[in-house]
């Protein structure tokens, strides 16, 4: 890593001067939503950046997501808002129900939105995952490739890959899920805790529940 010089201001703290055309690639571990955003965010700010994925392909899940307004502002700051806005359908009210059909809770979404100047969008997660992916360069993703460990530097970190490749970067991210190697060599094997909770995702046409503006949670007796 190329040194930065540290400008100082009188009772400022020291603020990092970091030129990014000079340093090596910033290596991201996980193509999931959390590296793909990572990676389009530092490639905006003239990061070099390469990710590697140990699956064969990225997988296109039929399942859902909602974004909401605090992420879509995060998007809006590298020019993602529009192109996700315009590939879902923006949420105007959501309405949490008993398992009888009672109305426990409505959240006028559109009014939080409008307090907030981000909507609440919900899409699909393939086609937000086609949108981060259209906006990387040719080459940044690596398929197939899986990371067993790190070193750190200096000059920067090396990650090592199943299949015996070394690759050098100023920096490394660890987007690689519940199971991160990442995260478990910097802090040690953890075992998910689980929380009670068990999800079901599904896919249905989007006509059987009426207006898709409108997002729906129903609760069971005593639980979610």
């Known amino acids: 890593m190329t040194d930065a010089p540290i400008a100082t201001t009188p009772g400022a703290a020291q603020q990092l001067q970091v030129d990014p055309t000079k340093l090596d690639a910033v290596l991201i ?25 140990k699956a064969p392909d990225l ?45 426990l809770l409505e959240i006028p979404l559109a009014e939080m939105a409008r307090e907030l100047s981000a909507p609440v969008v919900s899409l699909p997660r393939a086609k937000l995952c086609a949108i981060l992916l259209s906006n990387l360069k040719v080459g940044v993703v690596h398929l197939s ?13 090396k990650l090592f890959l199943d299949n015996g490749q070394e690759v050098e970067g100023s920096a490394l991210v660890g987007a690689d899920g519940l199971h991160s190697r990442i995260r ?26 009426g207006d898709i503006s409108v997002a729906h949670e129903m609760w069971g007796p005593g639980a979610r």
């Open 184 to 209: 478990a060599q910097l802090l040690g094997e953890i075992e998910p805790i689980y929380a009670g909770f068990t999800s079901w995702s599904g896919v249905t046409l989007a006509g059987d529940f």
């Open 59 to 103: 997988r296109k899940s039929p399942r859902g997501i909602v974004i909401q307004s605090n992420a879509m502002k995060a998007l809006r700051n590298i020019d993602l808002e529009e192109p996700v806005r315009a590939a879902g359908v923006t949420l105007q009210r959501a309405i949490f129900s008993s398992w009888k059909g009672n109305t």
């Open 145 to 157: 490739s899986n990371c067993v460990r790190f070193e750190l530097g200096p000059p920067g970190v």
């Open 29 to 53: 571990v996980g193509a999931g939503l959390g590296g793909l955003t990572a990676a389009v965010a530092l490639q905006k700010a003239a990061y070099r950046v390469q990710i590697f994925e």
